[in-house]
């Protein structure tokens, strides 16, 4: 059974420092790999998704790696800023690619100002 | 858009009363999820629809029913919900556009 593990569950960081987001998982039998960002009380927004022939995705200041033999994914976020405060959820689409995503609990962020 | 439509955007319902909650979509996407996500968890998959052919998850709790009388439309029915049931309830698409959520409260 697959299961998602992301570390830390929480960081607080300074404005403009880097950082890096983990997230494991159990069976490298994945289709896919998706990082989403959740603010306090919303839905999901989709950051970033890696095929599981991709070993990288960039948008704007985020990267997304994957390594699937190694079961592990990172999200770097670059230059960090107060409005990228939220929780951050990495999700893993099986191999049979149904769409139905497994998830980690999250690592909650705060950027200090 | 591939927009995600769920009302009310917050639900509140007595303990052990019914209660409805439903998702629309503009796409008419064959696929579409309902997941739960309990206050600082992990979204959970509660059903899985292709058109209007359903599966629940193993785990799914048993007083949790699903409709789907048309592609666009999905209900998630909570026949007698407990203080546990309480959570966000999630309808993505096929595309994993998540949309607001419906967040349960249960008094």
């Known amino acids: 059974k697959q299961e998602v593990t992301q570390i830390p569950a929480a960081l607080s960081v300074p404005e403009g420092e880097n950082l890096v987001l983990n997230c494991s998982f159990t069976d490298s039998a994945i289709y896919n790999l998706q990082w989403f960002r959740q603010d306090p009380g919303k839905g999901l927004t989709s950051l970033l998704l890696i095929q599981s022939s991709q070993r990288e995705q960039t948008s704007g200041r985020l990267n997304a790696s994957l390594d699937k033999s190694s079961g592990r994914s990172t999200l770097y976020i670059a230059a960090s800023q107060p409005g990228d405060s939220a929780t951050y959820l990495c999700?893993?689409?099986?191999?049979?690619?149904?769409?139905?995503?497994?998830f980690g609990q999250g690592t909650t962020l705060q950027v200090k100002p | 858009d591939a927009m995600v439509i769920q009302n009310p955007r917050y639900q509140v319902t007595q303990f052990g009363k019914p209660v409805t909650l439903s998702c629309s979509q503009t796409?008419?996407?064959?696929?579409m999820y309902w997941y739960q996500q309990k206050s600082s968890q992990a979204p959970k998959l509660l059903f899985h629809y292709y058109d209007k052919d359903f599966n629940n998850e193993a785990d799914t709790p048993d007083n949790f029913q699903s409709r789907r009388p048309n592609t666009s439309f999905c209900f998630l029915d909570i026949r007698s919900p407990g203080l546990g049931d309480a959570a966000m309830y999630l309808c993505p698409n096929y595309e994993q556009y998540f949309g607001p959520g419906t967040r349960l409260t249960v008094t």
């Open positions: 796409l008419n996407h064959n696929v």
């Open positions: 999700a893993v689409d099986g191999s049979s690619n149904t769409g139905k995503l497994i």
